[in-house]
Every structure is written in structure tokens, then in C-alpha cells.
């Protein structure tokens, strides 16, 4: 199997995540589903099912598998639709970024990395300058919309953020706005990382409501 990949100075062993990935199964279709803009649910008269309306809302994008993949609830990442485990065997290591000599910027660049090779199941590898995955505390794998939400009010579990530092996480930061460019052959979330982030505003000027379960 050979692939050309379109850098350079990145290790050998490199070769074998795009070998993983072309074992996986191929995801090229690009995803069209919208989000509801914030000012739409002005309709439900009830503040509390609003808030509650929105959060399921922005869970169309919060669990998606470009989302949930990069926080697991094991030490590996996951990948693709499948969300089936990294291939090479990668691990959490040190502030989410892998392990000694298989550190996450050893094959994820600054920037997605576009792939040349014999097949059309791989054509780019995902990449950022704050590339890592989410700490453990932040588990979104296996939990309902309900739990995540909890998680997400939690400082102990969201980083110590405030729920305004949450709106502004969600709506500004670079690698959550990956979702929205995740490379070419990759599905993105759905919408905009601005209209979601409109949305994660209105869900917490209306009081942050949880789905239940």
C-alpha cells in the first residue's frame, strides 16, 4: 500500500495511520443537516422548555463522532462514524497529548493534511495547532444528552469554566471550530460553529436546563 503524503519531516510510522484509516470504513458524503438558529425557539412560550429545547438542539453537534471522538472515556481516541479506536494504538499521555515518541503532532499537523494515495477512502489527515484530546473528566463516550449536560455545568469537570467561559469555548475556540472543517472526506457537525454558539447562549440565558436521564 503506498501513500504520498503531502508534507514532509513527519515520522515513517505516520504511514501506518493512513493504513488505519483506509481499513476503516470510508466516510466521504459531506453532511448537510442544519441547525436551528437560536431565534427560532422564541415560539415556546415556557422558558424552561426552551432552554431545554436548545440544549437538544446543540446536542445534534455536541454528539456528533467529530465531537465525541476526541473525548473518549477510555485513554484512546476514537475516529471515524464508526467512532471504532485509533489505529495505530495511540493513548492519552500528558495533557491529552499521547505518549512519548507517538505524541499526537507526530502525524496531526497544524492544519489538515491533504493524502494522495491508491485509494478514495482516505484523502486527508485531520489536523490543528492545539491538536489533543479532552481530559478524561470530560468524557463525553457512553453518556446521554442529560449526563453531558450535567458534565458541562460542572467546574469540576468542564476545566473550571464558568458558563460564560462555556459559551465562549464553545462559540470561539479553534479546535471545537474543526468540527465545522474536519477535512476533505469527513462528515462535519451540523451548521455553523456561530450558530451553535448563538445557541449555547440562549440555552444559558434561559437558565441552563438539562434534558433528564
Do not use: Y
Not at 450535567?150 to 468540527?179: C, F, S, Y
Request: net charge negative.
Amino acid at each position: 500500500m503506498k501513500i504520498k503524503l503531502l508534507f514532509s519531516g513527519v515520522a515513517a510510522h505516520c504511514l501506518i495511520v493512513g493504513a488505519g484509516i483506509l481499513l476503516a470504513p470510508a466516510v466521504v458524503a459531506q453532511n448537510t443537516a442544519s441547525l436551528r438558529t437560536a431565534e427560532s425557539f422564541q415560539s415556546i412560550a415556557d422558558e424552561r422548555a426552551r432552554s431545554l429545547a436548545l440544549f437538544e438542539e446543540a446536542g445534534k453537534v455536541i454528539q456528533h463522532p467529530r465531537c465525541v471522538n476526541c473525548h473518549p472515556a477510555t485513554e484512546r481516541p476514537l475516529q471515524g462514524m464508526s467512532m471504532h479506536p485509533h489505529q495505530p494504538p495511540v493513548f492519552r499521555g500528558d495533557g491529552g497529548m499521547g505518549l512519548v515518541g507517538m505524541q499526537c503532532n507526530t502525524c496531526h499537523s497544524e492544519q489538515n493534511t491533504p493524502v494522495v494515495g491508491q485509494a478514495d477512502t482516505l484523502k486527508s489527515i485531520p489536523g490543528n495547532p492545539a491538536w489533543h484530546l479532552a481530559p478524561i473528566e470530560m468524557a463525553w463516550e457512553g453518556k446521554t444528552l442529560g449526563q453531558i449536560c450535567v458534565q458541562l455545568k460542572d467546574p469540576k469537570r468542564n476545566g473550571d469554566k464558568t458558563m460564560d467561559q462555556i459559551v465562549e469555548h464553545m462559540a470561539k475556540d479553534d479546535l471545537v471550530g474543526w468540527g465545522w472543517q474536519p477535512g476533505d472526506g469527513r462528515e462535519p457537525v451540523p451548521g455553523t460553529q456561530e450558530e451553535f454558539g448563538k445557541i449555547i447562549r440562549a440555552w444559558v440565558d434561559t437558565g441552563a436546563v438539562c434534558p433528564s436521564g
